[in-house]
């Protein structure tokens, strides 16, 4: 009997139950060395003529392996974060440069500021060294050599490769130091950061841009914000960790005052930092775009002149010292001044407050009624689209009720605001049920931005009405008792409205459209306006203690005057 003939298995290949890597064949069937007949090949009758023949060998085609990418983690992660974050930023200052005409030296700007944010951090030098503090000075050192602080975080490599991402940290902005603390925690700026440096720097500049500017931009989808983690390259993203991920990842639109908040932030760091003060606010053009997109008279603007003057504000950010307040911050105190000066020359309470003579700045009454017909603006109820900027208000109800063109509106922002450059797989299952399905509704007009020419035709005929709706008023003069005169007449008051649900229809029309064009709450916007008042009106007490006690007081001797014996 002749030997049996065994033959190795192929590599990566063995017996599925005993493992053994020989086989040997026998009627055309493959057996291992311990006997196991193996899969794949069929048993049939062996004949003279199917001698020496076998069947056919069918092997399972191996699953492509996919390669994980390897999660980065401590320094290497916070730097990789840091570079995602610059990324980010460079994309901002990218477009408020080439598509709203900044200046060309904006970026510069925006480089130093985001430098002077991470030099109190230990980034790594492009050889690896890290850099380290000498004897708290400020200088770094490395390997003896002192070196500029200068970060090497903004440079031409940041737009592609390679991030990485540690633990991420919730520390408050305001400590007192960015650099790290005993418990090696990183000091890291956040993605608000990354629009409150451009806001910062458009200070510096003196550009009339503001907070709410930047909110609407991002939410538009406009400005890289709101969806900024989509745009960052597949490699990165893998190895980016979880923590870091949901610190890149935004709501669906951004929380009123969330970006003040972070530009106050910003201005006591930099002062408790580095010993940095920003210019105060190019208030005048800010000033008149809001009186013009209020639609309010010319003479607002003066009456907003004379109480920045008698509360002696100079629109600063304010650096620390005291209690911040949200009236403190010079873009809330403005909207609060403006609508302050509206409701003192033009009453909001329909109350008759005759003035005592044609100088009076009361002589001309504004018809509210008519005010507030022609500032209505349509709303994704009443427009036959969505309004831009307004898609994430629409809930899971409303979808189901949403005519195609809304639906439509609806689909294109999800598109381009949460799909665009995201998972491959994850794209092809959501957009596979639509593919080959071209749109059939035309998108609105008012989705677009008015041209100039639009936008001043409509700020006329917003104009024409109001000047169409205001009444003369004749003046009364004041009694010629003096017993009655010294009273305080009820033209004399002005009514103080501490909550929102105390604001007449009239006034809340106001309020709310100030507040929406500041970007900030309601009710922040009302809390403002009474503190103004209140200012106001120890300023007006302090004025009349003044006339009182003028002409009085004790004589007091100078000694020029001879004196007799």
């Excluded at 904006?106 to 790594?124: D, S, Y």
């Excluded at 010294?486 to 507040?515: G, H, I, M, N």
Aim: charged fraction near 30%.
């Amino acid at each position: 009997m002749a030997p049996t003939k065994y033959h190795r298995f192929r590599h990566g290949e063995r017996c599925d139950e005993c493992g053994a890597r020989q086989w040997y064949a026998q009627d055309a069937i493959r057996y291992c060395r311990n006997g196991h007949r193996l899969e794949g090949f069929a048993e049939h009758e062996g004949d003279e003529d199917a001698f020496g023949t076998q069947g056919r060998v069918s092997r399972r085609k191996k699953e492509a392996r996919k390669k994980v990418a390897v999660k980065l983690t401590g320094d290497e992660g916070r730097e990789l974060y840091l570079e995602v974050l610059q990324l980010i930023l460079r994309k901002q200052v990218r477009w408020l440069v080439q598509e709203k005409g900044f200046p060309g030296d904006f970026e510069e700007i925006v480089r130093a500021l985001w430098t002077l944010r991470v030099r109190n951090l230990p980034l790594q030098e492009s050889g690896g060294e890290k850099k380290r503090r000498k004897g708290g000075g400020d200088e770094w050192e490395q390997d003896g050599y002192p070196s500029s602080a200068e970060s090497t975080l903004f440079s031409s490599q940041s737009d592609g490769a390679g991030f990485e991402s540690s633990d991420f940290d919730h520390s408050d902005a305001t400590t007192a130091t960015w650099a790290p603390d005993a418990s090696k925690r990183w000091k890291l700026p956040k993605l608000f950061d990354t629009l409150a440096l451009c806001y910062l720097a458009c200070l510096v500049r003196r550009l009339p841009a503001t907070t709410a500017d930047f909110c609407s931009w991002a939410q538009k989808g406009e400005i890289d914000f709101l969806a900024a983690l989509n745009g960052i390259p597949q490699n990165v993203r893998d190895r980016l960790p979880a923590e870091y991920h949901r610190a890149l990842q935004v709501r669906d639109h951004i929380p009123l005052g969330k970006l003040q908040t972070t530009v106050q932030d910003l201005v006591i760091s930099f002062k408790a930092n580095f010993d940095t003060v920003f210019p105060p606010l190019n208030y005048v053009p800010i000033l008149v775009r809001l009186m013009t997109d209020l639609t309010l008279p010319i003479e607002t603007y003066l009456a907003v002149k004379c109480i920045t003057k008698i509360l002696k504000a100079d629109y600063s950010y304010p650096i620390g010292g005291k209690r911040i307040r949200t009236i403190d911050n010079p873009e809330v105190f403005l909207t609060a001044v403006l609508v302050v000066s509206a409701k003192l020359l033009y009453p909001l309470d329909n109350i008759e407050r005759p003035p005592r003579s044609d100088e009076d700045p009361r002589n001309v009454k504004v018809n509210w009624a008519q005010w507030q017909e022609s500032m209505r603006e349509e709303t994704n109820e009443t427009s036959p689209n969505l309004l831009r900027g307004e898609e994430y208000k629409v809930t899971a109800e409303d979808v189901l009720g949403l005519d195609k063109t809304k639906l439509d509106d609806y689909m294109d922002w999800f598109e381009k605001m949460w799909i665009r450059d995201g998972d491959a797989k994850t794209d092809e299952r959501i957009q596979k049920p639509f593919l080959g399905q071209d749109r059939l509704s035309v998108p609105s007009n008012n989705n677009e931005e008015l041209s100039q020419d639009q936008e001043i035709e409509r700020i006329r005929n917003r104009y024409a009405a109001l000047n169409s709706s205001m009444i003369i008023v004749e003046p009364v003069a004041d009694p010629e008792d003096t017993e009655v005169k010294k009273e305080k007449q009820p033209r004399d008051f002005c009514p103080v409205w501490r909550t929102q649900e105390d604001l007449p229809d009239a006034a809340r029309a106001l309020y709310s459209k100030a507040a929406s064009l500041a970007a900030i709450p309601l009710n922040t916007l009302v809390r403002g306006a009474t503190q103004i008042e209140r200012r106001l009106e120890v300023w007006c007490s302090q004025q009349a203690s003044k006339q009182r006690d003028k002409g009085k007081g004790k004589a007091v001797w100078t000694g020029d005057d001879d004196v007799e014996d």
